[in-house]
């Protein structure tokens, strides 16, 4: 028997070729199913679409509308990265000029509070490196 020739009596099924839907129609039934015009399976069908790709557009643009709003917030609660500030000349001053304040000044302290279950540890320390290691060590 020889299969090499093509038997031209069978029909070969369409050769299948991916729909295109433009972005209106996508909008459109993504917003059907997000106010819940019945279930989304129920909005698919009507479209004349597969549920599992119309819940893969829903979640996409869920995710797009996060990003979209998650940018707008950053972008009003980050401070610039520049502040002006404005300075003095000493220069300009008289010729008397007071002497400085002897200030004496407190460490800086940082403070870490550790809580696990029911119990509560917190100590106020220094801020140098010995204070850096002990956390790094505590944290880590």
Same mark, same amino acid.
């Given at each position: ?26 909008? +459109?039934?993504? /917003? #059907? *199913? ?7 399976? %129920?909005? =698919? !069908?009507? @479209? ?10 829903? +979640?996409?643009? /869920? #995710? *797009? ?7 707008? %917030?950053? =972008? !009003?609660? @980050? ?15 008289? *010729? ?7 200030? %004496?000044? =407190? ?34």
């Amino acid at each position: 028997m020889d299969t090499s020739q093509s038997d031209t009596g069978v029909a070969r099924p369409p050769k299948r070729s991916w729909r295109r839907h433009s972005d209106e129609f996508k909008s +459109r039934v993504i /917003e #059907l *199913a997000r106010k819940g015009h019945g279930s989304v399976a %129920a909005v =698919a !069908l009507a @479209n004349g679409l597969n549920a599992n790709m119309l819940r893969r557009w829903v +979640r996409e643009a /869920e #995710l *797009a509308d996060a990003a979209a709003a998650g940018s707008r %917030a950053r =972008a !009003l609660v @980050n401070p610039p990265a520049f502040v002006p500030v404005a300075v003095t000349d000493v220069s300009d001053r008289s *010729a008397t000029v007071a002497k400085p304040r002897e200030t %004496a000044l =407190a460490p800086a302290l940082v403070t870490v509070e550790i809580r696990r279950g029911a119990s509560s540890v917190s100590a106020s320390l220094p801020m140098d490196e010995r204070s850096a290691a002990w956390l790094r060590e505590v944290l880590a």
